[in-house]
């Protein structure tokens, strides 16, 4: 018993260690909750974060059920997910693309003009963005083909999944809370509208990138 409890341990602490690292890559969820953060303030950022965690456990469930083989193995369907999340990055991007200036460009009255966006379009934003992921599609294909032994129970492999879910979300939900602190948000009060633009221009790019042959 002492020995399962050894293995599942050092699978999980691989497994921790390795999404600790592509969390905090920049990737499209990244993207979004700092678009979200600094365009519709921390309530909205918050509930987006909390999307991207819920959408890992699209993830999880594929590869509990044995789709993730499916997908691994068939190149046409992965591009077809490549394609889908590439049109919802540029869908995004494009939108915040087009933001305005404020009318107002005192950190008052910006504020009084912040944009507004729904807790529901907000959390699905968020569960999109990373349920459509193919980078975390691989991630979770290499974790389930490679760190995961194929003798673990599946409600050790579930565990794993809930933990990476609640550990995303908590991490946005903390960059969340900085990105949209006041002294952070009254710094680009003035300018927010171009580092929105900005972040419009690197959602296009992933989207790109997602669809370019390596």
Known sequence: MIEYVHQYWLEFLTIA????????????DFAIVLKHSISFG????????IGVG??????????????GIVIKTTPVLFQVLSYFAA????????GAIR?????????????????IISDNKAFMVG????????????????????????????????GYGLYLAV??????CVLS??????????????????????MGVVLILLAIKLVMPV
């Not at 760190?147 to 129970?153: A, I, K, M």
């Open 54 to 67: 819920v959408g890992i456990l699209i993830h999880v469930g594929y590869s509990l059920l044995g789709i």
């Open 177 to 198: 809370l900085f990105l949209s602190s006041k002294r952070v948000r009254l710094y680009i009060a003035k300018k927010g509208y171009w580092f929105d633009r900005g």
């Open 127 to 158: 569960f999109l963005t990373n349920g459509l992921n193919p980078k975390a599609t691989l991630f979770f294909l290499s974790v389930f083909a490679v760190v995961v032994s194929p003798d673990t129970p599946n409600a050790i492999k579930l």
């Open 99 to 115: 933001s305005s200036a404020p009318k107002h460009l005192n950190s008052v009255e910006f504020k009084k003009t912040m944009h």
């Open 167 to 172: 550990a995303t979300g908590i991490w946005f």
């Open 42 to 49: 921390r309530r909205a950022a918050i509930i987006t974060s």
């Open 87 to 94: 049109m919802y990055l540029l869908y995004l991007g494009w």
């Open 17 to 28: 260690s390795v999404h600790l690292l592509a969390v905090a890559s920049p990737g499209p």
